[in-house]
């Protein structure tokens, strides 16, 4: 069985920064700073301009990942796109990637699989664990796969939507995992559902149970109300869950790889949210210098944390070869996943 190796990193932010202040003087909303940031510890995020979406950025993440590990699209095998924010209600953004990458023309056209994977802020894990089997199971040589998120355009930027909107921001990850026959690569991925809590965190926007799915106005026009339209969010139940949740997931791997917290060189956490972070890495003893940040900068980007992390880790030379990783993240649904890695 070959070992599947992440062999090329990418990450793309949008230019247009906003700060918590700007979300006080731009958008009008009733907050500041000071609340935002002690609660979460995000300074400012990334909104990209209308018409950008999540495979425009995922391309851009892709393409960075693709020359890091001295591919063409064309050597593909596989597209895995993971987002809660895809373009339309189908299809999802990994076909949109793979025509944007000219996968889809030419004598040089490779019509392979493209699959969205809809697990929220667990989706990077879940995509990398599904990376990792179809390599290692021999049906592909390298598989792409990219997490991103265009969040600002399904924002309540209002004070009723305050407590949601400040957390999120855009942003696209990607990584290419490839068969290889050196000993290293990912070790191991261990993933998590819980469907009890599905509406603790989830936006609607429609329920496919209704007739009509969206009600209309007499003129036949769809009217979504303000409940459906944004995120719900029961934030202290999801803060609690995932903190457990992160704990056990990171207990299981390195119990599973039969290591302890302190043979991990690197770990990078979903960044949800730095006081979650701070409790999880507090509870296990991992000390700051190994766990690595962004929400400062970018906020919660949901399924682009984690490789938009991992990015900057290798392009910074913070990540050297031979440093083992842990990667574990926690989201809607309730999901969650953990992966072991030696780089
Ligand atoms: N600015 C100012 N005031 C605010 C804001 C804001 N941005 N947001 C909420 N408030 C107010 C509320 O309206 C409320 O006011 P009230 O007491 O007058 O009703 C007050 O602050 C307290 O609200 P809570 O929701 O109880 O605040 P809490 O201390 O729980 O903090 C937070 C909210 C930061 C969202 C916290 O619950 C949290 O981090 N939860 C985890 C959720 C999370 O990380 N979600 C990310 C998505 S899931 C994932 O990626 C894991």
Request: glycine fraction near 12%.
């Amino acid at each position: 069985m070959p070992n599947a190796v992440i062999t090329g990193t990418g990450g793309y932010v949008p230019p247009r920064v906003v700060t918590n202040d700007d979300l006080v003087q731009q958008y009008g909303i009733d907050t500041s700073h000071e609340w935002i940031h002690r609660r979460t510890g995000i300074n400012e995020r990334r909104f990209a301009d209308e018409g950008v979406g999540s495979a425009e950025m995922g391309e851009k993440a892709a393409r960075l990942a693709l020359e890091a590990a001295g591919l063409e699209p064309q050597d593909l095998d596989m597209i895995l796109f993971a987002t809660l924010s895809p373009e339309f209600c189908f299809p999802g953004s990994g076909v949109l990637l793979q025509e944007r990458l000219g996968l889809c023309e030419g004598p040089r056209a490779r019509f392979v699989p493209a699959m969205d994977i809809r697990n929220q802020c667990s989706g990077f894990l879940y995509g990398l664990g599904t990376a990792t089997s179809m390599v290692q199971s021999g049906a592909c040589r390298h598989v792409l796969l990219v997490g991103g998120e265009t969040h600002s355009a399904a924002l309540d930027l209002t004070t009723r939507g305050r407590t949601v909107s400040s957390l999120f921001g855009d942003g696209a990850g990607a990584v290419v995992v490839s068969a290889s026959d050196e000993d290293r690569g990912i070790r191991g991925w261990w993933l998590g559902a819980d469907g009890r809590y599905a509406e603790v965190l989830c936006q609607k926007v429609w329920d496919i149970r209704r007739r009509p799915f969206i009600p209309q106005n007499e003129e036949g026009v769809g009217q979504v109300e303000p409940d459906m339209m944004w995120a719900h969010m029961e934030g202290k139940r999801v803060f609690r869950a995932a903190v457990e949740r992160m704990c056990e997931a990171v207990l299981t791997a390195c119990t599973a790889q039969g290591i302890t917290g302190d043979d991990v060189d690197l770990w990078l956490f979903h960044q949800a949210n730095m006081r979650i972070n701070q409790y999880v890495a507090n509870t296990l003893g991992i000390p700051d210098d190994k766990l690595l940040h962004n929400i400062d900068r970018y906020g919660n980007t949901t399924a682009a944390t984690i490789p938009l992390l991992l990015d900057e880790a290798v392009r910074s030379g913070r990540l050297q070869p031979g440093m083992k990783v842990a990667m574990v993240a926690f989201g809607s649904g309730f999901t969650w996943g953990s992966a072991i890695l030696d780089w």
